[in-house]
């Protein structure tokens, strides 16, 4: 209010309005002005791939090794560190070695009353006329088991990583799977393989019969039949091999093997533990069926170890059977 | 011979076979079986736990006809079953809270091959356990990095994948170091049944042949174990595999397998070489250095780090710290206190990454630790466990891990030479500790804005316990775990004592 | 250092210094495939040195000949035994990481561990 002035021309002042927008009774902006809708922002396609272009390059430059300072001074740091550590670690073994029983003589720490009796007894408490075997699977058997389920277990994360599970009406890429490049009816790779594979299966057979009477055992005959299996298929192709091997085929034969195993060996621990002569005849050493579980023992490793090679290959090829 | 002392040998079999068998079996009837194989493994290690601990001995279990230096064994006390029993506990938990996410995040034909793994990581831990054999340790200590590969990138994303080279690179190392010390011990003393080799290491102490090559024996025991259980410097791959894997494979991986190395370092010590001598061979130095290093180094790194998950991981490199910590100390008081932080650290650990998997449920699967802002209201049940597990992380009393911090500052006490380092990295430790772990407290209890949180919080959504029966029953279980530990931790600390006399 | 017994145990030496190059080389290579053939040295080497510890001068293959059974006719088995049990998990790691890498291969195109990491943070960055 004011004393000189009318009401009206009072409120034209400025300072009447100044005092207004200080109480905030009224804002001068409020309703005079008003924001301009933004307008939508276009580009013109060129403009736009040369900002994602200019983004894509501060990106490579952030994340290229060659342009990175400090990751290049810790590369060069770390070749350091670890060519000395190698360094220290291989003089480190070379004194050890030095200090350790000479090689090949007889009376060293090794040769004691362990091995004396593997050899001087082992015919006679397992039956297998190869000393290494009748270890391996008798008198150290659970080594052994787990070393049979290390392999069911690296098969296990092979399919997890490259089994390649199709989804209805998805086509095999050329990208994923290698069928392509399989060679198309090759007439010398099949006539030759017509006549090796079943001679290689035979011997892989052999070799795992023949575990407790002589050098092989189920690891080396397995993998034998394997090789078979793995050239069969080179050389006529997944078409004949899906017929009698697929991922159940693999899966029933390794269970009721890697079963049959937990449980032979589950009855000879037990009965061991508890005292409790066991039932199962050793035989005639040298005869084909001797030598008690071993021989059993022998081909479930052999069957386990002959699908797994296959399985590898056909994983690692196609990522299916 | 009584039907119980049978148990141990049923339950490395049982789940031994269970792995096969799985891989013919639906997911969900793999499911099924394999929380049937924990709880049966659990329980009959109960029972040997309770027969042993009223026998007051320990026991030796021959696996086959022919006794100790011509057959393999296994050796069964009141520390081995316990640890059995633990095992099995925090392996059924961690399954049950994570069973929702392996629906989503693991390929449906591919869900039973993710039993097979849990089985047979289950019997490699047991048998690593019981075994009084080196080489079937070092068979065994195979299964279980395999499997643990397995468990990591089961959920195929880069990540995963990539972290799972990084961790077999690291393992590979470690075993090759491992087998190459094992190989070294049976040259120099002819056995390789602990307590045989432990008499001929005896015998060459006293008359020092073969010093060098028996400290680089031990040495690289040592050092292979300590690189497969992410040691300080040896962790590179440990944030990757813990924070991308699917939930139940963070949980296991974080505690129980790289606790099944330590338990196995902890039976070298005592059963191969004999503590005295490792005391004196001066390889625990190492390990104290390292560990305390890695004490402080993880937590700084968990402090840095943005994402919920990769935290705890780095936290976990922290908690590896003090367990080796424990070790480098070099009394008995020091390993009892590592053995109850084994435990502490394995309760604490996975029930921390299921609650953060709760509390992330709740925020669009976000993991950073801005986006759980007020998450600890939207999943009540949650947001209580994680508080739960962050002050058992930071040693507050009652619950387990303020009875491992004061196990160890005890222990420090008795050591004059390690005494002042060892306090202090423990102190400066807990501040970490509690500055990454309550800030994440706080923030999951910071209510959102008024207006809702705009953009940040969209996706928020709220669970009651009744939405995920399963998760929640984890975390409670994992929270009595937890109190049960913490509040009645003087017989548990006399088990291990009474454990650890058996043990030599 | 006893150095005639260093030249005496020379099988020894060579598996240590085996061991070291495949040891060296999982650290350093850059390429997986490398790395996964430094991994197989450093296993080997590890073999050879403990097939070496059964060997004894003049000893046979312990496979009963003409049911001799005698310590001084055969070498030592249980070497030979570990041995077997050893490869086999050498065969199955390598299966394993070979599949990782053609795994990161696929994804990736590059063999380069630590190109893929960037990599993949480059790829939650854009």
């Given at each position: 209010?004011?004393?000189?002035?009318?009401?009206?021309?009072?409120?034209?002042?400025?300072?009447?309005?100044?005092?207004?927008?200080?109480?905030?009774?009224?804002?001068?902006?409020?309703?005079?002005?008003?924001?301009?809708?933004?307008?939508?922002?276009?580009?013109?396609?060129?403009?736009?791939?040369?900002?994602?272009?200019?983004?894509?390059?501060?990106?490579?430059?952030?994340?290229?090794?060659?342009?990175?300072?400090?990751?290049?001074?810790?590369?060069?740091?770390?070749?350091?560190?670890?060519?000395?550590?190698?360094?220290?670690?291989?003089?480190?073994?070379?004194?050890?070695?030095?200090?350790?029983?000479?090689?090949?003589?007889?009376?060293?720490?090794?040769?004691?009353?362990v091995?004396?009796r593997y050899i001087e007894k082992g015919l006679q408490e397992t039956g297998a006329v190869n000393i290494v075997t009748g270890m391996i699977l008798d008198y150290r058997a659970f080594d052994t088991l787990g070393e049979s389920h290390?392999?069911?277990?690296?098969?296990?994360?092979?399919?997890?990583?490259?089994?390649?599970?199709?989804?209805?009406?998805?086509?095999?890429?050329?990208?994923?799977?290698?069928?392509?490049?399989?060679?198309?009816?090759?007439?010398?790779?099949?006539?030759?393989?017509?006549?090796?594979?079943?001679?290689?299966?035979?011997?892989?057979i052999y070799v795992i019969l023949c575990g407790h009477l002589g050098p092989g055992g189920g690891f080396s005959g397995g993998?034998?039949?394997?090789?078979?299996?793995?050239?069969?298929?080179?050389?006529?192709?997944?078409?004949?091999?899906?017929?009698?091997?697929?991922?159940?085929?693999?899966?029933?034969l390794s269970v009721s093997a890697l079963g049959c195993y937990c449980l032979a060996k589950s009855y000879s621990f037990y009965t061991g533990a508890n005292h409790i002569e066991s039932v199962i005849p050793l035989g005639t050493p040298g005869a084909i069926l001797s030598s008690g579980l071993i021989l059993v023992l022998n081909i479930c490793v052999g069957i386990v170890v002959?699908?797994?090679?296959?399985?590898?290959?056909?994983?690692?090829?196609?990522?299916?059977? | 011979m009584?039907f119980?002392q049978n148990f141990p040998f049923f339950?490395i079999l049982l789940?031994l076979f269970?792995?096969p068998l799985?891989?013919?079996?639906?997911?969900?009837?793999?499911?099924?079986?394999?929380?049937?194989?924990?709880?049966?493994?659990?329980?009959?290690?109960?029972?040997?736990?309770?027969?042993?601990?009223?026998?007051?001995?320990?026991?030796v279990y021959t696996m086959g006809h022919f006794p100790a230096p011509w057959g393999n064994e296994i050796?069964?006390?009141?520390?081995?079953?316990?640890?059995?029993?633990?095992?099995?506990?925090?392996?059924?938990?961690?399954?049950?809270?994570?069973?929702?996410?392996?629906?989503?995040?693991?390929?449906?034909?591919?869900?039973?091959?993710?039993?097979?793994?849990?089985?047979?990581?289950?019997?490699?831990?047991?048998a690593?356990?019981?075994?009084?054999d080196?080489?079937t340790?070092?068979?065994?200590?195979?299964?279980?990095?395999?499997?643990?590969?397995?468990?990591?990138?089961?959920?195929?994303?880069?990540?995963?994948?990539?972290?799972?080279?990084?961790?077999?690179?690291?393992?590979?190392?470690?075993?090759?170091?491992?087998?190459?010390?094992?190989?070294?011990?049976?040259?120099?003393?002819?056995?390789?049944?602990?307590?045989?080799?432990?008499?001929?290491?005896?015998?060459?102490?006293?008359?020092?042949?073969?010093?060098?090559?028996?400290?680089?024996?031990?040495?690289?025991?040592?050092?292979?174990?300590?690189?497969?259980?992410?040691?300080?410097?040896?962790?590179?791959?440990?944030?990757?595999?813990?924070?991308?894997?699917?939930?139940?494979?963070?949980?296991?991986?974080?505690?129980?397998?790289?606790?099944?190395?330590?338990?196995?370092?902890?039976?070298?010590?005592?059963?191969?070489?004999?503590?005295?001598?490792?005391?004196?061979?001066?390889?625990?130095?190492?390990?104290?250095?390292?560990?305390?290093?890695?004490?402080?180094?993880?937590?700084?790194?968990?402090?840095?780090?943005?994402?919920?998950?990769?935290?705890?991981?780095?936290?976990?490199?922290?908690?590896?710290?003090?367990?080796?910590?424990?070790?480098?100390?070099?009394?008995?008081?020091?390993?009892?206190?590592?053995?109850?932080?084994?435990?502490?650290?394995?309760?604490?650990?996975?029930?921390?990454?299921?609650?953060?998997?709760?509390?992330?449920?709740?925020?669009?699967?976000?993991?950073?630790?801005?986006?759980?802002?007020?998450?600890?209201?939207?999943?009540?049940?949650?947001?209580?466990?994680?508080?739960?597990?962050?002050?058992?992380?930071?040693?507050?009393?009652?619950?387990?891990?303020?009875?491992?911090?004061?196990?160890?500052?005890?222990?420090?006490?008795?050591?004059?030479?390690?005494?002042?380092?060892?306090?202090?990295?423990?102190?400066?430790?807990?501040?970490?500790?509690?500055?990454?772990?309550?800030?994440?407290?706080?923030?999951?209890?910071?209510?959102?804005?008024?207006?809702?949180?705009?953009?940040?919080?969209?996706?928020?959504?709220?669970?009651?316990?009744?939405?995920?029966?399963?998760?929640?029953?984890?975390?409670?279980?994992?929270?009595?775990?937890?109190?049960?530990?913490?509040?009645?931790?003087?017989?548990?600390?006399?088990?291990?004592?009474?454990?650890?006399?058996?043990?030599? | 250092?006893?150095?005639?017994?260093?030249?005496?145990?020379?099988?020894?030496?060579?598996?240590?210094?085996?061991?070291?190059?495949?040891?060296?080389?999982?650290?350093?290579?850059?390429?997986?495939?490398?790395?996964?053939?430094?991994?197989?040295?450093?296993?080997?080497?590890?073999?050879?040195?403990?097939?070496?510890?059964?060997?004894?001068?003049?000893?046979?293959?312990p496979i009963v000949?003409?049911g001799?059974q005698?310590?001084?006719?055969?070498?030592?088995p249980i070497?030979?035994g570990?041995?077997l049990t050893?490869?086999?998990?050498?065969?199955?790691?390598?299966?394993?990481?070979?599949?990782?890498?053609?795994?990161?291969?696929?994804?990736?195109?590059?063999?380069?561990?630590?190109?893929?990491?960037?990599?993949?943070?480059?790829?939650?960055?854009?």
């Amino acid at each position: 209010m004011s004393r000189k002035l009318s009401e009206e021309e009072y409120k034209k002042k400025l300072s009447y309005r100044m005092e207004q927008w200080f109480a905030g009774q009224r804002d001068p902006y409020l309703e005079h002005l008003r924001m301009k809708p933004q307008a939508e922002r276009t580009l013109e396609p060129e403009k736009e791939e040369a900002l994602r272009k200019e983004k894509k390059e501060r990106l490579d430059k952030v994340y290229r090794i060659s342009d990175n300072r400090p990751v290049k001074l810790f590369e060069k740091l770390y070749r350091i560190f670890c060519v000395a550590f190698c360094f220290f670690l291989v003089i480190m073994l070379l004194i050890a070695v030095s200090f350790l029983p000479s090689y090949g003589e007889d009376e060293k720490p090794v040769n004691n009353e362990v091995s004396r009796r593997y050899i001087e007894k082992g015919l006679q408490e397992t039956g297998a006329v190869n000393i290494v075997t009748g270890m391996i699977l008798d008198y150290r058997a659970f080594d052994t088991l787990g070393e049979s389920h290390v392999l069911f277990a690296a098969t296990c994360t092979v399919l997890i990583l490259l089994r390649h599970d199709k989804k209805k009406g998805e086509r095999d890429t050329e990208e994923e799977t290698d069928r392509v490049y399989e060679p198309k009816n090759d007439v010398i790779l099949q006539m030759v393989s017509k006549v090796l594979v079943p001679p290689i299966i035979l011997f892989g057979i052999y070799v795992i019969l023949c575990g407790h009477l002589g050098p092989g055992g189920g690891f080396s005959g397995g993998a034998v039949i394997g090789a078979g299996l793995i050239l069969y298929l080179n050389a006529f192709g997944f078409a004949k091999t899906e017929k009698f091997f697929s991922e159940k085929t693999y899966k029933v034969l390794s269970v009721s093997a890697l079963g049959c195993y937990c449980l032979a060996k589950s009855y000879s621990f037990y009965t061991g533990a508890n005292h409790i002569e066991s039932v199962i005849p050793l035989g005639t050493p040298g005869a084909i069926l001797s030598s008690g579980l071993i021989l059993v023992l022998n081909i479930c490793v052999g069957i386990v170890v002959a699908g797994t090679m296959y399985t590898f290959y056909v994983m690692f090829r196609k990522g299916g059977y | 011979m009584s039907f119980v002392q049978n148990f141990p040998f049923f339950s490395i079999l049982l789940s031994l076979f269970a792995g096969p068998l799985s891989s013919v079996l639906s997911g969900k009837a793999a499911k099924a079986l394999n929380a049937a194989v924990i709880t049966i493994a659990g329980v009959l290690s109960a029972a040997t736990l309770v027969f042993v601990l009223g026998t007051g001995e320990s026991y030796v279990y021959t696996m086959g006809h022919f006794p100790a230096p011509w057959g393999n064994e296994i050796r069964v006390g009141v520390l081995e079953a316990g640890m059995a029993v633990f095992f099995c506990i925090v392996m059924l938990l961690c399954m049950m809270g994570g069973a929702a996410e392996r629906l989503l995040e693991i390929e449906e034909g591919k869900q039973n091959l993710y039993y097979v793994m849990v089985n047979l990581l289950l019997c490699s831990l047991l048998a690593l356990i019981y075994t009084k054999d080196l080489f079937t340790a070092y068979v065994f200590v195979e299964i279980n990095t395999i499997s643990a590969c397995g468990l990591i990138m089961i959920r195929q994303t880069g990540r995963t994948i990539e972290a799972a080279v990084r961790y077999m690179i690291m393992s590979l190392l470690g075993s090759g170091l491992l087998l190459l010390g094992i190989v070294f011990l049976y040259d120099l003393t002819g056995q390789l049944l602990m307590d045989h080799i432990k008499i001929q290491v005896q015998l060459l102490s006293v008359t020092g042949e073969y010093h060098i090559p028996l400290l680089i024996a031990i040495s690289f025991m040592a050092v292979g174990l300590a690189i497969k259980s992410a040691l300080f410097p040896f962790h590179a791959w440990l944030p990757d595999a813990y924070g991308y894997s699917t939930l139940s494979s963070a949980a296991i991986l974080s505690s129980l397998v790289s606790k099944g190395y330590i338990f196995l370092l902890i039976k070298i010590f005592y059963q191969v070489i004999g503590f005295d001598l490792i005391v004196r061979s001066k390889v625990i130095n190492v390990l104290f250095v390292f560990g305390v290093a890695g004490m402080l180094f993880g937590s700084v790194s968990a402090i840095r780090e943005k994402d919920i998950r990769r935290m705890i991981a780095f936290s976990s490199v922290a908690q590896i710290g003090y367990i080796y910590m424990g070790f480098g100390l070099g009394t008995t008081a020091g390993m009892i206190a590592s053995i109850f932080h084994i435990l502490s650290h394995g309760a604490t650990k996975s029930l921390l990454f299921v609650a953060a998997s709760g509390l992330t449920d709740v925020s669009d699967k976000q993991r950073s630790i801005r986006r759980l802002t007020g998450a600890g209201y939207r999943n009540r049940l949650a947001g209580v466990t994680f508080t739960v597990g962050a002050l058992s992380m930071v040693g507050f009393p009652m619950f387990s891990g303020f009875i491992s911090k004061i196990l160890f500052a005890q222990a420090a006490m008795e050591n004059d030479g390690k005494m002042l380092v060892t306090v202090v990295a423990l102190a400066v430790s807990t501040i970490l500790n509690a500055m990454y772990f309550l800030k994440t407290v706080i923030r999951i209890y910071t209510p959102l804005p008024a207006d809702g949180g705009g953009e940040e919080a969209e996706g928020n959504t709220v669970l009651h316990m009744r939405d995920c029966p399963a998760k929640s029953l984890a975390m409670i279980c994992f929270i009595a775990l937890n109190l049960f530990l913490g509040l009645s931790s003087e017989p548990i600390v006399d088990l291990i004592r009474k454990g650890l006399d058996m043990f030599a | 250092m006893d150095v005639m017994n260093l030249f005496r145990n020379y099988e020894e030496a060579v598996a240590m210094i085996l061991f070291g190059i495949g040891f060296s080389n999982l650290l350093m290579q850059k390429n997986l495939i490398k790395k996964i053939i430094g991994m197989n040295i450093m296993d080997t080497s590890v073999y050879l040195f403990l097939a070496v510890k059964g060997y004894i001068e003049g000893h046979k293959a312990p496979i009963v000949v003409d049911g001799v059974q005698s310590v001084e006719a055969y070498i030592n088995p249980i070497p030979s035994g570990l041995v077997l049990t050893g490869i086999v998990v050498s065969v199955s790691v390598s299966a394993l990481m070979l599949a990782l890498t053609i795994r990161l291969y696929r994804r990736y195109h590059t063999l380069n561990l630590d190109e893929i990491s960037t990599l993949l943070k480059k790829e939650e960055k854009s």
